[in-house]
């Protein structure tokens, strides 16, 4: 199994830019798909982006797409979103996600097997 602890969130003006990290414990980490989601105050929990075990394949939903970037670093355990041009529409609490298939292809919640614990992230007008 895997444990997640986000960090990274904080409060910015619109325009600029956060980098969100997701540190994972254990000896599997490589072997698992990751993603980026977020659930914005009153909406559903929704997928933002997704890489895959070997970083070969990313995915991002239309509303990021072009201003986040997903990444990880598998010697450090550790999945990275890099969020540019942020909107206040970005405002939410970000959520990384762990799938075991190692695809991080997934848009369903219900496909990821452990989820960390959120970190907010605030983009002032």
């Known amino acids: 199994q895997v444990q997640l602890v986000e960090s990274g969130g904080g409060l910015v003006q619109a325009g600029g830019s956060l980098r969100l990290s997701c540190a994972a414990s254990g000896r599997t980490f490589r072997y698992y798909g990751m993603a980026w989601f977020r659930q914005a105050p009153g909406k559903e929990r929704e997928f933002a982006a997704g890489i895959s075990r070997s970083a070969d394949n990313t995915y991002y939903a239309d509303s990021v797409k072009g201003r986040f970037t997903i990444a990880r670093d598998n010697a450090k355990n550790t999945v990275y979103l890099q969020m540019n041009s942020l909107k206040p529409e970005d405002t939410a609490v970000y959520y990384c996600?762990?799938?075991?298939?190692?695809?991080?292809?997934?848009?369903?919640?219900?496909?990821?097997?452990?989820w960390g614990q959120g970190t907010q992230v605030t983009v002032s007008s």
């Open positions: 996600a762990a799938d075991q298939n190692g695809l991080g292809y997934f848009r369903r919640q219900n496909e990821y097997h452990y």
